[in-house]
């Protein structure tokens, strides 16, 4: 079975531009849960999309933002980018509605200058 | 308090020898517990989950939980190199409603095996 994947791996950004990044689930999988990683803050819950529905939502700026497709990829948009927002941006999938593993795609590496 | 703490590292263990990973939360209502596996420049990587009191073995891994105490653990017995790498404790703390997509993460504990 194909794992979690996503586009772009690499990205280069400039302050106040906006950015969509794409994760496509394991197949089957409905959930889709977004996460920033930085070196300060480390491994922070932006939000959790399941049936193409947001069910949960972390404490991040409404300039984050997300949506799920009905074939389960998800997208999330960054808007007004900030220095900041330089982070590893990692989605991973879970395959059932409970409490149940989550599995990581490779990530994408945003750098905002 | 931060809801989820890892002992604070890093880690030095000689090969062979058992590395040991611990991990508090503060959510009593937590349910499940998750160690992941990060090597530099790469992303999370799930080695064990664990939903219940006890110990659960995979391989050279033993994560075990006590939920009475809030702490999750996580043993590697005969450490080799090639398990030098951050691990991540994360645990999913109900919030009310559905959370089951949220995992909480520890800062993470840097291991190194050496030969």
């Known amino acids: 079975k194909a794992g979690v994947t996503q586009t772009p791996r690499y990205l280069i950004k400039t302050r106040g531009q906006q950015v969509t990044l794409s994760c496509s689930p394991i197949s089957g999988h409905r959930s889709v849960s977004w996460y920033q990683q930085t070196p300060g803050q480390g491994l922070q819950f932006l939000f959790e999309y399941f049936s193409e529905t947001q069910r949960n939502k972390g404490n991040f700026p409404g300039r984050f933002s997300g949506r799920q497709f009905s074939n389960s990829r998800s997208e999330m948009n960054v808007s007004t980018l900030e220095l900041g927002d330089s982070a590893l941006y990692l989605c991973?999938?879970?395959?059932?509605?409970?409490?149940?593993?989550?599995?990581f795609g490779p990530g994408t590496r945003l750098t905002v200058t | 308090q931060k809801e989820v703490e890892q002992n604070s590292g890093p880690l030095s263990v000689p090969e062979g020898a058992i590395a040991s990973l611990n991990c508090t939360y503060s959510?009593?209502?937590?349910?499940?517990f998750f160690w992941y596996r990060q090597y530099s420049g790469k992303s999370p990587e799930l080695i064990m989950s664990i939903y219940s009191n006890g110990d659960k073995e995979d391989g050279r891994f033993t994560a075990q939980l006590n939920k009475a105490s809030q702490y999750v653990s996580l043993l590697i017995r005969d450490s080799q190199p090639s398990d030098s790498a951050t691990y991540l404790c994360a645990v999913n703390i109900r919030a009310g409603g559905t959370s089951y997509g949220k995992l909480t993460f520890g800062q993470g504990t840097i291991l190194t095996v050496h030969p």
């Open positions: 959510d009593r209502v937590s349910q499940s």
């Open positions: 991973a999938s879970k395959g059932a509605s409970g409490p149940y593993e989550q599995y």
